[in-house]
């Protein structure tokens, strides 16, 4: 018993340092290093609570696939991260509270789970492994009782990818792009001209 309590707290320690990291760090190279730290670190959480699919899907598709297209960019890139924090402080107003509600939310969270009664405070109303393997379990609590809250976690992060994206998009001088509207004000006529070709002569 002593050695999976080990584990966790150096998994967990492991963790939260690595997660701070992420976002004190100077260097954005760094910062995406220790992101795959934790990544690596909350798999190993995942491990010792019996969901092996929830690591194996963590550590592929985080690791494998999104923190090294993250590193990749970073580098290849070269965003202006100086400039990119040069308009943060106008923002701190707004971040403070959001901040400040997600902890009251977190709190408030926290004292319901404890004003209920003893025995079904932090129990969850999962299948037993006999019935239901965890990938089928994970599925079945997602895809029912959660399916609004997973819903509402895909729509959050597709409003995270926008706002990277607006936040990193450059306006560059000299580079020609699609416009849709002066495509569309084009009229055949002077864009395609007819010509009645006489047989035997050329254009």
């Known amino acids: 018993m002593i050695i999976p309590a080990i584990a966790f707290y150096v998994f967990a320690a492991i963790t939260i340092i690595s997660g701070l990291m992420v976002v004190t760090a100077r260097n954005p190279v760094h910062s995406v290093l220790w ?9 190993g959480l995942f491990v010792l609570m019996g969901a092996e699919f929830l690591a194996m899907v963590l550590v592929i598709v985080y690791v494998g696939a999104v923190a090294v297209l993250f590193l990749f960019v970073v580098m290849m890139l070269n965003v202006n991260f100086q400039g990119l924090r040069q308009g ?13 509600i997600l902890l009251l939310e977190l709190v408030f969270l926290i004292g319901s789970t404890a004003a209920l009664p003893e ?4 129990s969850v109303p999962t299948p037993a492994f006999d019935v239901m393997d965890n990938t089928h379990a994970l599925g079945h609590v997602l895809y029912t009782d959660y399916f609004y809250l997973f819903q509402a976690a895909g729509l959050v992060l597709l409003v ?15 580079v020609r792009k699609q416009r849709i509207v002066n495509q569309l004000d084009r009229h055949p006529r002077d864009t395609v001209e007819v010509v009645k070709v006489q047989t035997g002569q050329g254009v």
């Open 88 to 100: 943060a402080t106008n923002y701190a107003m707004i971040g403070g509270l959001v901040g400040v």
């Open 119 to 122: 025995g079904l405070a932090g």
């Open 35 to 43: 992101l795959i730290l934790a990544f690596f670190n909350a798999a």
């Open 160 to 174: 995270a990818m926008i706002g990277a994206i607006v936040l990193t998009h450059r306006q560059r001088e000299g």
